[in-house]
């Protein structure tokens, strides 16, 4: 056997099981970040197929004080409607449906903060499409997103710039797709799911991780407080649902959580003006979230209850808004008032769980 034939030494077996092991820590973060970046590339994909699908364009509405310009979420204050309806498959009343949940969000760019209003269901208020005051939730079921748009301009003083709806579907979907959320059930009860199944839904009191329809079951009930205790649990759960979605442990879920918002959500926001909203939480800041409700008190003028609100503190609600959003006290020139009117004979219709 010749010397060239010899095997190798020791000592270059040693170094190429060292090249070998920096190859190996080489190649791994190298395929770690193709993998990310692949995955990160699909969401994106799938989240412009899936918005943009969501997306409706808005019905023109009439000229107001309240919009006097087109906004830019890249660079203006804005507000968001958001809006829960009471739509299913089981109930077909997609076309009829009533508001369940309706939140205003306002966002101040500079602030890095959020406005966060709930506005009860209950309230009474005067609704432009119809002409005479009803529950804020009929609304919709009058003229749909841009009955209620122009409604809750007209209550608030303020523009609605965007809005979001999303039936009982998404809700459920979208908690089941991050695998549950943890809340505080502030009593027991039992509710009604999602395909109105009644007492399907018992919860217990105490901190504790729900499901989908659990999560819903507890947005939905009042039977032992009321519209605005209610309010403020929406406001809780979807703060849970934000903390849980933007966890670590949530990323490997976005996928499924697209599919339940795309399938059961429309919007007049683009995904470029979705985008946009990236920046509030962006270069280390932590997004300022405030919550509010409309005060008012119980009023039943006959057999259908309304919450009539207070003027003192909606006049107060109205300031806030408009300084968050920096634009000056506009003039409403529509001629219609916020204050109480005896409401039309539709509202005896009223069913008791919504």
Known sequence: ?????????????????????????????????????????????KADTVFSDSYVEEEEREKSPLRDAEVNPSIDNVSVLIMGVDANEHRDNSSNARTDALMLATFNKDEKSVNLLSIPRDSLVYIPEVGYESKINHAHAYGGP???????????????????????HAFVDVVDALNGINVDVPY??????????????????????????????LARTRKLDNDIERGKRQQEIMSAVIKKATSVNSLLNYDNVL????????????????????????????????????QGYDHQPGSTYYWALDQQALTETKAMLQQHLEISNPVVENGTSNEYAEPAAEDTTESENY
């Open 1 to 45: 056997m010749t010397k060239k034939d010899a095997a190798p030494s020791r000592a270059v077996r040693r170094k190429k099981r060292k090249l070998r092991k920096r190859a190996f820590f080489v190649l791994i973060p190298l395929l770690a970040i193709f993998v990310v970046a692949g995955y990160a590339g699909y969401l994106y994909f």
């Open 146 to 168: 841009t009955a209620t748009i122009e409604t809750v301009e007209n209550l608030l003083d303020i523009p609605v710039d965007y809005y979001v709806k999303v039936n009982f």
């Open 188 to 217: 027991e009860f039992k509710e009604s799911n999602s395909m109105d199944k009644r007492d399907a839904i018992h919860l217990y009191e105490g901190n504790q991780k729900v499901n989908g329809e659990e999560a819903l079951a």
């Open 259 to 294: 599919e339940a918002v795309g399938d059961n959500m429309t919007t007049n926001m683009t995904f470029s003006d979705m985008k946009t909203f990236i920046s509030y939480g962006s270069k280390g800041t932590n997004l300022d979230i405030n919550t509010h409700t409309l």
